[in-house]
C-alpha cells in the first residue's frame, strides 16, 4: 500500500511536470517546415511525397499533411499504426495519410525506390538493430536530391539532465557505455552526438546540409520555473535562440540533421 502510493505520487508529479513543458519542440517543427519547404522549391510543386519512417502514432505526419503533402507512414507496430489511423480521421486527412506496417530494413520492398521526396527519420536510429542499415534503406527510398530530415538523442545532454537530476551512477553509466545509454534499463539502445550522427548519415550515402539543436533547456528548466503561460513564452524563446548559437548545439537533448541525397 506504502508502495503503490508512493508510485502514484510519482507519478502525478512527473505528469504535472511534464504539463509545464513544451509538447512539441517549436525549434524542430520550424526546421521540419524549413526542409519542406526547400523540397517544394527544389520540386517546383507545393505538394510532396513525405515518407515519416518509425513514425509511430503520426503527431509529426499529420502536421506534414496539414500543410497538403502526402505522408506515408512505415512502422513495425500495429499499436502505432491503430492509433495513428484514428488520429488522422480525427483530422480529416485519411485520403493524405497512408499507414504500412514494416520495418526500416524492408523499405525497398514496401516502398518503390526513389519515390520520396522527403524522407522524416525521427526518433528511429536510438532503436533499430542496424542504424546504417535503415539509412541505406532511407537513402535508396528517395529520389536524388531528396532530402531526410534526421533527429537523434544526443549523450552529452543525457550526461548533464542525469547530474542535475543527482542521478549521478546513471551519468557516469552514459559517460563510459559504448551506445550512451544510462543504464540495462535505458530504453533507448544508442545516442549520438554531431560527429557521430553526422558519420552515419555520410556512411549511408547522405550529404548533411544543416545541423540544428532541438530541446536545449526544456528538460533541464525546474517545473517550477515553466509553470505558467508566460513561463512557457519565456522557455520557447529560450530554445529558439539557443537553436541559433552553434556553441550551445552540445547542449541539445536531441539534434535535427538536414541532409540530402
Ligand atoms: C521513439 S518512437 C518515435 C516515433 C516518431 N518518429 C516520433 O518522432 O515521435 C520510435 C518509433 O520507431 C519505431 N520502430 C522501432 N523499430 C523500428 C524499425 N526496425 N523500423 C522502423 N521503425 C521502427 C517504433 O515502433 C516507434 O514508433
Known amino acids: 500500500m506504502g508502495t503503490r502510493s508512493t508510485t502514484r505520487t510519482r507519478l502525478e508529479e512527473r505528469v504535472a511536470k511534464d504539463r509545464g513543458r513544451p509538447r512539441t519542440s517549436t525549434v524542430l517543427w520550424g526546421g521540419v517546415q524549413r526542409l519542406l519547404a526547400e523540397a517544394s522549391a527544389d520540386r517546383g510543386s507545393g505538394e510532396l511525397a513525405v515518407v515519416d519512417l518509425g513514425g509511430g502514432t503520426g503527431g509529426l505526419a499529420v502536421r506534414v499533411a496539414g500543410l497538403g503533402h502526402r505522408v506515408v507512414v512505415v512502422d513495425p507496430s500495429p499499436d502505432a499504426l491503430a492509433a495513428l489511423e484514428r488520429r488522422t480521421v480525427e483530422a ?9 506496417q ?51 538523442a544526443q549523450w ?38 554531431r560527429a557521430s550522427a553526422t558519420a552515419l548519415a ?6 548533411v546540409t544543416a545541423v540544428e539543436g532541438t530541446r536545449t533547456f526544456s528538460d533541464l528548466v525546474p517545473s517550477a520555473s515553466a509553470e505558467s503561460d508566460d ?4 522557455l520557447q524563446q529560450l530554445e529558439s535562440l539557443a537553436a541559433a548559437e552553434e556553441e550551445l548545439l552540445v547542449l541539445a537533448a536531441q539534434l535535427h540533421l538536414h541532409a540530402t541525397r
Not at 520495418?103 to 527519420?121: I, Q, R
Not at 555520410?202 to 550529404?207: N, V
Open 92 to 100: 480529416g486527412l485519411s485520403d493524405r495519410v497512408r499507414s504500412v
Open 102 to 152: 514494416g520495418d526500416a530494413t524492408e523499405l525497398s520492398g514496401l516502398l518503390d525506390p526513389g519515390s520520396a521526396d522527403v524522407l522524416l527519420c525521427h526518433g528511429v536510429l536510438e532503436v533499430v538493430d542496424d542504424p546504417v542499415a535503415a539509412l541505406r534503406a532511407a537513402h535508396d527510398t528517395l529520389r536524388p536530391g531528396g532530402r531526410l530530415s534526421l533527429l537523434v
Open 156 to 193: 552529452p545532454a543525457s550526461v548533464l539532465s542525469r547530474v542535475l537530476a543527482g542521478q549521478l551512477a546513471q551519468a557516469l553509466h552514459v559517460l563510459s557505455d559504448e551506445g550512451r545509454r544510462w543504464s540495462s534499463h535505458d530504453p533507448l539502445r544508442r545516442r549520438f552526438d
Open 202 to 207: 555520410e556512411q549511408a550515402g547522405f550529404t
Open 231 to 234: 513561463d512557457r513564452a519565456l
